[in-house]
């Protein structure tokens, strides 16, 4: 099939070569079918970090373009929901709450159960929405999940300064455990990256997953301290109950507002959930990724 | 000049058959897995070919690129020759072989990826530039040249929402365009725009090369690839055909596609109207082709038109345009009349001495001073006549004229 003189002697140099270990151009980069399993290149994340801060600059950017009150949307519904809560779960049900107010009680879950679940739902989806731009553009497709559970932070730095006012309000002074928060945060953050790098991944392949997620989610809330305090659950179980890294978070942002007690000892085990997760999501996402493409 | 920067060796690209449908879902990956088994089953039975579930995209493609080249890649739709692009740069991976690139890779596979209808142009320059690689401190210092080479000055704080499609395009284009990778892979990107913007879009193309950089460049147009490549790729159903000096492998390559060709191209049905056109042909030279012309010398060249009405004065426009839509020749006949039923319009000329290429005819027809038809007529023409320019492409020029030439003694005498 060949007719030329040039090709016949490009195409027997290269078939000499092919045939097994052939040495890389000097300073190129090659591309291969790769082995699959691999873990992340943090030196080129490095080098596509403008990318994710604008990309996370465009979703906040755009996150409340043509809505009326616009970013008070990120106060109004933890807000609503500690009210609902409060009255029903609190007053109603009379629940205990660890002796804080319920409000109080409430809002310091919400606080961070309202960035979880959406960044749960964004990161779903950021592999869909970008299809257009994966299958024409190439960078480390894990930006894009990153990019979504970052920029859900606005919200949650907008939602935040109210739990403050809230502490001073019941004549709780901020104390120095205040400081450990964005700990707690950083927990969740990575919690919604790690369970992000597989919901998005499954989600490019199957799209059941995008109607699985709001279910997971609800189901996640009540398998979460959010509602109740996790000391409502019988000692026998609290182990596994902490495998879920939320129970975590939360008992954490309640441990902080209240400034004394014991660190929660179940926070160990949800850090150790969540770095488990995250290693598997790694590989998995990092296994799709090469081919997330041809099916996307 | 000789350095290697790109080696591609026995790439070969499978895509599953269903696997690039809109999506899949659990349901159907159940049910495919059912059916697997059983056509197993039925194949060993049966003796089938169980692996009829996939195509090669790409098969046992091996090829270098030196570093300045522009390599050109030509071949019908699905041949591969995206694929071989979205491989080098990294979109997918191939299923067996590799690739070594040197350098940074930048792709015009299509622009205004990522482009968000809500932010202004201003944000979107940034935004996009960084999905394509750019660093923003390059986007700073060229933010005014591609506002500029886009023509949007005015509208740069306006969401592009709001920009109108040509707008878009340019603005989509200029940033990608202003992106410096080391090897550049261009898709067919050229065919947007209005036909002064594409002029500048090759001239960009040019740029860059001119600049010492890599290009690869696919195209349908064939003057494109003639203009731009030294050498150029052949792609059919996955493998290369051919490979070399760009006039051999383009005009094999128009060879076998004018062969292709279908004799008697009808339009497609259109709602009745007072007169239109038909279809045209090459009547003479006659060839198998009716679209084709293969022989230097007298032409005439056919349209018919249907004509439901007596049309008492009518007028008649018509041009030749090339692949980059440059008006090569035309002229017009000014009222006459038409008769009901079928028309022939025939246009005698004396040589047609073009390039071998693809070239369009345009016609119009109108009633008085109201439009009747406007045809871009398919199919092209194609002029696979014998070349008689320099065979470099860029001495070659425009025309095909025949020419004798002879050396004789001169008859004046000396001093």
Redesign the interface.
């Known amino acids: 099939m060949l007719g030329h003189g040039g090709v016949s002697k490009d195409g027997a140099e290269i078939e000499s070569l092919v045939g097994d270990k052939v040495n890389l151009l000097e300073g190129a980069r090659r591309v291969s079918p790769g082995s699959g399993w691999r873990g992340l290149d943090l030196r080129e994340l490095w080098e596509h970090r403008e990318l994710l801060y604008f990309l996370v600059w465009r979703d906040i950017k755009v996150r409340y373009k043509q809505t009326l009150i616009g970013v008070a949307w990120s106060i109004i519904q933890p807000l609503l929901t500690m009210l609902i809560f409060t009255a029903f779960f609190g007053t109603l049900a009379k629940l205990p709450s660890d002796n804080l107010p319920y409000p109080l009680f409430y809002y310091a879950a919400l606080l961070p159960w309202a960035y979880f679940s959406g960044a749960l739902q964004q990161v779903t989806n950021t592999i869909i929405e970008h299809q257009r731009v994966i299958t024409k553009v190439y960078f480390p497709r894990v930006i894009l999940p990153l990019a979504a559970v970052l920029s859900g932070l606005v919200d949650f730095a907008v939602a935040a300064p109210i739990l403050v006012g809230m502490m001073l309000a019941y004549g709780m002074f901020p104390g120095l455990t205040m400081l450990l928060l964005p700990v707690f945060l950083l927990l969740a953050v990575v919690t919604a990256f790690a369970i992000g790098l597989w919901l998005s991944a499954l989600n490019a392949i199957y799209r059941d997953v995008r109607y699985v997620v709001p279910f997971l989610i609800q189901c996640w809330m009540f398998a979460s301290p959010v509602a109740y305090p996790s000391s409502l659950v019988p000692e026998r179980w609290r182990l596994l109950y902490g495998l879920n890294p939320i129970t975590g978070v939360i008992e954490g942002f309640r441990w902080a507002i209240q400034g004394q007690g014991q660190l929660p000892i179940l926070l160990g085990v949800s850090v150790v959930t969540v770095l488990i997760v995250l290693f598997g999501g790694v590989l998995y996402f990092q296994r799709m990724e090469g081919t997330i493409v041809d099916v996307v | 000049m000789s350095r290697?920067?790109i080696?591609?060796?026995?790439v070969s690209k499978r895509?599953d058959i269903g696997?690039?449908e809109r999506?899949?879902?659990?349901r159907d990956?159940l049910s495919r897995a059912l059916t697997v088994r059983r056509n197993g089953i039925i194949g060993k039975v049966c003796g089938d070919g169980v692996n009829a579930g996939h195509i090669w995209a790409l098969k046992d493609v091996?090829?270098?690129v030196q570093e300045g080249e522009i390599l050109g890649f030509i071949g019908r739709n699905g041949a591969g020759k995206s694929t071989i692009l979205?491989?080098?740069?990294?979109?997918?991976?191939?299923?067996?072989?590799?690739?070594?690139?040197?350098?940074r890779?930048g792709?015009l596979?299509?622009v205004g990826?990522?482009f968000?209808p809500?932010?202004t142009g201003r944000?979107n320059i940034?935004?996009n530039g960084?999905?394509?690689?750019m660093?923003?401190r390059d986007i700073s210092r060229k933010f005014d040249e591609i506002v500029t080479f886009a023509e949007v000055e005015k509208f740069v704080e306006t969401p592009v929402k709001y920009y109108s499609s040509g707008m878009y395009v340019r603005l989509a284009f200029a940033v990608a365009a202003h992106l410096e990778p080391d090897i550049l892979l261009v898709d067919e990107v050229l065919a947007v725009g209005d036909v002064g913007f594409q002029s500048k879009c090759i001239g960009k193309v040019d740029d860059v090369a001119r600049g010492g950089r890599t290009v690869l460049f696919v195209s349908h147009q064939m003057n494109q690839i003639r203009r731009l490549c030294g050498?150029t790729i052949w792609l059919d159903a996955g493998?290369?055909?051919?490979?070399?000096?760009t006039p051999?492998?383009v005009s094999?390559y128009e060879r076998a596609m004018s062969a292709g060709y279908r004799v008697g191209f009808e339009r497609p049905e259109a709602p009745r109207v007072k007169a239109r056109f038909l279809r045209w042909e090459v009547v003479e030279p006659r060839s198998p082709q009716a679209n084709v012309l293969r022989c230097h010398g007298p032409v005439a060249i056919k349209f018919v038109v249907e004509v439901n009405e007596v049309l008492p004065n009518v007028q008649h426009g018509i041009g030749l345009y090339d692949n980059e839509r440059r008006l090569l020749w035309g002229t017009a006949v000014h009222r006459f009349r038409l008769d009901r039923g079928m028309q022939e319009f025939i246009y005698k000329l004396p040589m047609l001495p073009l390039r071998p290429a693809t070239y369009s005819w345009r016609v119009t027809l109108f009633d008085e001073d109201r439009l009747l038809d406007d045809w871009e007529c398919v199919p092209e023409l194609l002029i696979a006549t014998a070349p008689m320019t320099h065979w470099r492409d860029e001495w070659a020029g425009t025309l095909n004229i025949p020419c004798d030439f002879t050396v004789s003694q001169s008859s004046e005498s000396e001093g």
């Open positions: 290697t920067v080696r591609v060796a026995s895509y696997q690039r999506y899949r879902t659990l990956v091996s090829f270098e979205r491989i080098l740069s990294r979109i997918t991976r191939p299923t067996r072989g590799w690739a070594d690139i040197r350098g890779v792709s596979l299509e990826t990522g968000h809500e932010l944000e940034y935004l960084a999905i394509l690689g660093k923003k050498r493998s290369i055909r051919d490979m070399g000096p051999e492998v094999g």
